[in-house]
């Protein structure tokens, strides 16, 4: 199993910007996949960006692409998500996962508002 802790949303204005990290613990996962996603009031859960941690390749959701980074530091077992040019839309609950076969693996959520 893999523990995650999310930490660093809040509330910003619109077109702030915000460092969102998910700190990772528990069994090793050099290989694993991991992922931000975000789930809005009544709407669905949607994946807004991956890194595969030890490639280093990333992939993002259309609504985030030139706007969001996701990164990870290794030697911290850490992964971050920068968020800039924050939109009102991008308000909602954001999730670290780990990808192991399946993603299978989440943190509690910490929740992003941007006001207008």
């Known amino acids: 199993q893999v523990q995650l802790v999310e930490s660093g949303g809040g509330l910003v204005q619109a077109g702030g910007s915000l460092r969102l990290s998910c700190a990772a613990s528990?069994?090793?996962?050099?290989?694993?996949?991991m992922g931000w996603f975000r789930q809005a009031p009544g709407k669905e859960r949607e994946i807004v960006a991956a890194?595969?941690?030890?490639?280093?390749?990333?992939n993002y959701a259309d609504s985030v692409k030139g706007r969001f980074t996701i990164s990870r530091d290794k030697a911290k077992n850490t992964v971050y998500l920068q968020m800039n040019s924050l939109k009102p839309e991008d308000t909602a609950v954001y999730y670290c996962?780990?990808?192991?076969?399946?993603?299978?693996?989440w943190g509690q959520g910490t929740q992003v508002t941007v006001s207008s």
């Open positions: 996962a780990a990808h192991l076969g399946s993603w299978s693996n």
């Open positions: 528990g069994r090793t996962f050099s290989t694993y996949l």
């Open positions: 890194i595969s941690w030890s490639g280093g390749s990333t």
